[in-house]
């Protein structure tokens, strides 16, 4: 069982950044795929940033992509999203999962196991 807690979220000005934390406990990352989705109200959940459980590769929602940037911290068992440039359409509550040993087609939201409970990302204009 891994539980996932998501933190860093919060008010920022268009063109600011965020560093959003998504903590796992109960197993460690290192075998595991985590992934970055958010949802806006009245929108459908939508894919952010994924990276791999071996940490060889990452993905990028084509919004996203030259702004976001996913890494792993293995010694903190933390995944991390950094949020440049952001803009109010960014708005969202954003959620990390994960899943064993993830490798493919990571955008695919229903393959994850473990969902973190979201935190709320603003962007005012």
């Known amino acids: 069982q891994v539980q996932l807690v998501e933190s860093g979220g919060g008010l920022v000005q268009a063109g600011g950044s965020l560093r959003l934390s998504c903590a796992a406990s109960?197993?460690?990352?290192?075998?595991?795929?985590v992934g970055w989705f958010r949802q806006a109200p009245g929108k459908e959940r939508e894919f952010v940033s994924a990276i791999s459980w071996s940490g060889s590769s990452t993905n990028y929602a084509d919004s996203v992509k030259d702004r976001f940037t996913i890494s792993t911290d293995n010694a903190k068992n933390t995944v991390y999203l950094l949020m440049n440039s952001l803009k109010p359409e960014d708005t969202a509550v954003y959620y990390c999962a994960a899943v064993l040993f993830g490798q493919r087609e990571l955008w695919v939201g229903n393959q994850y196991t473990y969902w973190g409970q979201g935190t709320q990302v603003t962007v005012s204009s």
């Open positions: 109960g197993r460690t990352f290192r075998s595991y795929a």
